[in-house]
């Protein structure tokens, strides 16, 4: 059900600011930079071992990820976890009783499939169920 844990978000004020922390310090790769317009962020993502690092910036006020660092502060904000058939995966949580934020995959960064879990259905853990077609 489950492949791995695909990627770990990290809401930042700042992608500018943050990055030299992960590439000069930690000297994790730089994979690569893009806009997610849909969602209002910028995201970074670095390569930790096995894993992705993706670093989350808000575009504007109205984005979910500064509404994130707001009410949160900077830090954690989900785990993505890659699945072969996210429709599959969505409609298997929902049986389970799991609460969506989506109840259909829409496009995220990298072209990805991706649907989160309302944390309140999980241990107040904000979950991405992630399916990247023809990627690894």
Known sequence: MIKKID???IAVKSLDEA????????????????EVKSEGIKVAFLKAGETKL????????ESAVAKFIEKRGEGLHHVA???????ARIDDMKMHGIRMIQDE?????????VAFMHPKSTGSVLYELC??????
């Open 7 to 9: 990627h770990i978000g």
């Open 19 to 34: 990055l030299p922390f992960y590439t000069d310090i930690l000297q994790l790769p730089l994979l690569g930079i893009e």
């Open 54 to 61: 993706e670093l989350l910036e808000p575009q504007n006020d």
């Open 81 to 87: 976890l890659g699945v072969d058939s996210i429709q």
């Open 105 to 113: 995959p829409k496009i995220g960064a990298g072209g990805a499939h």
């Open 131 to 136: 399916e990247k077609k023809g990627m690894k």
